[in-house]
């Protein structure tokens, strides 16, 4: 039997396994260039795009302004700034017999001022820095007390004296010690204690008035305090003022120190007035008024200054 091949058939299959080997080299070629030339990497998987979010940070300086230490008694400025001297340091001192003296001593070595009192008589009280007081004519037992709270290294904030020759005197963090007040005001000092109403500052008139400054900013008062005084403190609680300090004349006057740099008044001298605008108008801190008996005064204001006028 004769086979028939059919030859063309098969050549036709071999031309077209022929063009498929050379597609297929010159794929794998192509594939091995783009890999050497670094445009395909077999071994990397799709990552997602991350952005990159960059914070700008913002410092805010604060720029604060040069406090020059002056310390002026009236006009005069006085030099300060010098060490205190280790006999200052927690002692205390009487006989002194000029308050404008003693300032102007104090605030010339550099000592803080924190407070000036006056007794309904001639006497006076000074306290300055930590735990020192210089004094004149005050009451022996609160005398004692200031040299056996001394004696332990307690800190004085505030004394005040009452019309009737009762003193009060605050120290350490909230303590409070007081003799011979007015019956109502000793009564509140003993309410506040017993709750837990740490004192702040008290003030005492000449008809037997009194208030006191208590916790943040709470305040409270009786006895003959003039109406007016009463109405602003109305005010100022109502506003949630914070109230810093509540000074009364001898003859009805009276201030109060309020928020960061508040002052109002009433009846008060004209000089007094006179200081108060001024510093105000310069936008000097007040940090305290005090009343003689006699119509004098003392404002202590800035980091350590004093002014004063009427006093002997």
Known sequence: MTKHVETGNLEIKKSVIALIGTLLTAVISG???LISSG??????RSQPTQTQVVIASTETQAV???????????????????????????????????????????????SQVKQVAFTPGSGWIILFDRSSAVWEGLPQGMVDKIQGLQNVGQEFRHAEFSSNGGWVILYARDFVAWNSIPQSAADKLTELVNTGGA??????????????????DAL????DVPQSLVDKLMELANSR?????????AYGGWVVLYDKNSITWNGISQPAVDKLNELTNAGELVRQVAFSPSGGWVILSGTNSVWLGGLP
């Open 241 to 249: 003022s914070d109230v810093r300090q509540v000074a009364m004349d």
């Open 220 to 223: 409270t008062w009786g006895g």
């Open 39 to 44: 445009r395909i990497d077999p071994f990397s």
């Open 64 to 110: 604060l302004p040069t406090i020059e230490n002056t310390s002026q008694i009236e006009k005069t400025s006085q030099p300060t700034g010098s060490p205190t001297p280790a006999s200052m340091i927690a002692t205390v001192t009487t006989n002194v017999q000029s308050i404008q003296a003693k300032l102007v001593e104090l605030t010339s070595a550099g």
């Open 199 to 216: 004192v702040r500052s008290t003030a005492f008139n000449a008809t037997g008035g009194w208030v006191f400054l208590y916790g943040k």
């Open 31 to 33: 594939i091995f260039l």
